[in-house]
């Protein structure tokens, strides 16, 4: 079990606390440097670090970072990007929530069925569930989010700070631009730009199959370990109590006092 998986494996077997799941990166290109969460400097990133909540990555011109997750998810930072990860949690041995705050830059996110995915920049927030789409921010104080797979639910912020209570769906090869404090405003077609990334997620849709295949394979390994040391555990407070409860019955198995 490589250096990856036994970071997954602390994040599933309960010796990390809830909060504790993680993401790990895949690949980098480029200048791509992290600051972690009471940290006051930054470090560059490499292969198969562990990056929690909190932690925020920075990516340089043409430069990349490929991260995933332990159920599958994938999500690329792409060039001049700031993204910090919000929120990583669970239950047990499953990743039920993401959070991503993408500050600038681009993302594009290849998610698995079932966890609830959000990316949120300045001027709105997605909310996902299986799908592949991209978010990009920046200088211009606009957001733009195109779907290339699956749909998803766009909410703008309005004046007050808060988020819109309707929000706008973006179905499958739909592009959309959210101006700071506008509704978002669905495309004729996707821009350039957005079919860019587009082509380079299906360029790379062989390389990360095979990835989520390691992954998933690797995953079913861990939580066999781990119901095997939660069988372990059990056994062994049940021998315990056995013990325990033998001592009570018979006082010879007590362990003899010291005479004073």
Same mark, same amino acid.
């Given at each position: ?8 494996? @602390? ?71 700031? @993204? ?30 079932? @966890? ?94 095979? @990835? ?49």
């Amino acid at each position: 079990m490589n250096k990856v998986f036994v970071l997954l494996f @602390l994040a599933v077997s309960g010796v990390c606390a809830q909060e504790d799941y993680i993401a790990i990166v895949n690949q980098t290109s480029g200048e791509v440097t992290a600051l972690r969460k009471g940290a006051d400097s930054w470090k560059e990133v490499a292969k198969d670090d562990a990056f929690a909540a909190g932690d925020i990555i920075k990516t340089e011109e043409n430069s990349s970072c490929e991260i995933y997750l332990i159920d599958g998810t994938i999500f690329e930072i792409g060039p001049s990007s700031v @993204l910090k990860i919000q929120e990583l949690s669970g239950k047990d041995d499953f990743l039920e929530r993401t959070i991503l705050d993408l500050e600038m830059g681009d993302l594009l996110s290849e998610i698995e069925k079932g @966890l609830d995915y959000s990316v949120r920049t300045p001027q709105a927030v997605c909310a996902v569930r299986g799908t592949k789409f991209a978010v990009s921010t920046g200088e211009s104080k606009e957001s733009k989010i195109a779907v290339f797979k699956g749909r998803v639910g766009v909410k703008n912020y309005e004046k007050s700070g808060l988020l819109s209570k309707t929000d706008q769906i973006i179905n499958e090869m739909q592009e959309a631009h959210v101006a700071l404090y506008n509704k978002p405003q669905l495309m004729k077609k996707l821009s350039k730009e957005m079919s860019a990334v587009r082509d380079r997620m299906v360029k790379n849709n062989s390389r990360r199959k095979k @990835l989520r295949k390691k992954i998933f394979k690797e995953r079913k390994a861990l939580l066999e370990k781990r119901k095997e040391i939660i069988l372990e555990r059990n056994r062994e407070k049940k021998e315990e109590l056995i013990k325990e409860r033998k001592s009570r019955r018979n006082p010879r198995m007590r362990s003899p006092e010291k005479k004073r």
